[in-house]
């Protein structure tokens, strides 16, 4: 891969002030230097731009724009349609990359030219981004099935992505209506259409703080319930019964969220019967995972 090759990165950020310096500044000592770095303030209360400002006088790569408060969907596709790179990034405004990240993504893309997007091991960090120790890992190949059957971990988060203009430009942006399921969805799109690559190192930190959007169980199963309506009605599933099995699937990751993290045995209880109804033999997986 050229070393002339411009990769945008887009930073949706908001109320980031206590950590989006340390992820620019993981993005300036990038070893591939061909950048423009894109953060798009989401409309935020905090004093974020004031860091960013600072930053600005230190790199010139580097844009600030401010959107009234719209979500994280809407603040990518904002820096997309910024954005002039052969190849697009969109960094968390609280992760962190190792300064070989990219360099090791854009060489993926040359050893197969059915790739439509790359991502890469992650390590988590906590909020102090001491790591804790414990990695992530997606998968590689043709992976809508995957994807759509919640078949482990296929693609970590945004930040672990790189991704050819020319696929956002065929498959569409980030879906207004979800949170933190648009990546999700994204991706379903992108696996459709292209085969998906994996660089297996860890080439960047997640962190995990008490403002993850993920922590979320009430957004997380409007978020779900949405991106399976999504793939229906662009006709992803293969099958009427490979169709019911991701649907059931889904429901016991919601149903066992409200269970646990939610702290709503009632609602988790209804999506497991849910679960259940739609595809029966999902009963074993539900026995196994309660009694444990």
């Known amino acids: 891969m050229q070393t002339s090759t411009l990769v945008s990165i887009i930073i949706p950020a908001y109320k980031a002030a206590r950590y989006i310096e340390e992820t ?3 993005v300036f000592t990038q ?13 935020s209360p905090d004093n974020q731009e004031e860091v960013i400002q600072k930053l600005i006088q230190e790199d010139s790569r580097l844009q600030y724009v401010k959107q009234t408060n ?5 603040a990518r596709n904002h820096g997309f349609k910024l954005s002039k790179g052969t190849y697009l990034a969109f960094l968390d405004a609280d992760d962190v990359w ?3 990240n990219l360099e090791k993504k854009l060489a993926k893309f040359t050893s197969d030219t059915a790739l439509g997007l790359v991502h890469s091991d992650m390590a988590i960090m906590d909020e102090h981004s001491v790591r804790t120790g414990e990695t992530k890992q997606g998968k590689e190949g043709y992976l809508l099935e995957d994807l759509l059957a919640w078949n482990g971990t296929c693609v970590p988060t945004p930040s672990s992505i790189l991704v050819k203009r020319e ?6 942006g980030f879906d207004l209506e979800l949170s933190n399921a648009a990546d999700q969805e994204f991706f379903f799109r992108v696996a459709n259409k292209y085969k998906i690559g994996r660089v297996p190192e860890v080439t960047w930190q997640y962190r995990v703080h008490s403002n993850n959007m993920h922590s979320n169980i009430a957004l997380m199963e409007k978020d779900e319930l949405i991106a399976y309506k999504r793939a229906d009605e662009n006709k992803l599933f293969k099958s009427p019964k490979f169709r019911r099995q991701c649907y059931s699937n889904m429901y016991m990751i919601v149903g066992a969220s409200w269970w646990g993290d939610g702290n709503n045995k009632w609602k988790g209880f209804k999506y497991l019967c849910k679960a259940m109804w739609i595809y029966p033999p999902s009963i074993k ?6 009694t444990k």
């Open 24 to 26: 620019i500044r993981s």
């Open 31 to 43: 070893t591939h230097q061909h950048l423009e770095i894109i953060v798009v303030d989401d409309g």
């Open 70 to 74: 719209a979500g994280v969907a809407s």
């Open 98 to 100: 190792l300064p070989e």
């Open 167 to 172: 696929v956002i430009e065929k498959v569409g």
């Open 285 to 290: 997986k539900i026995i196994k995972k309660f």
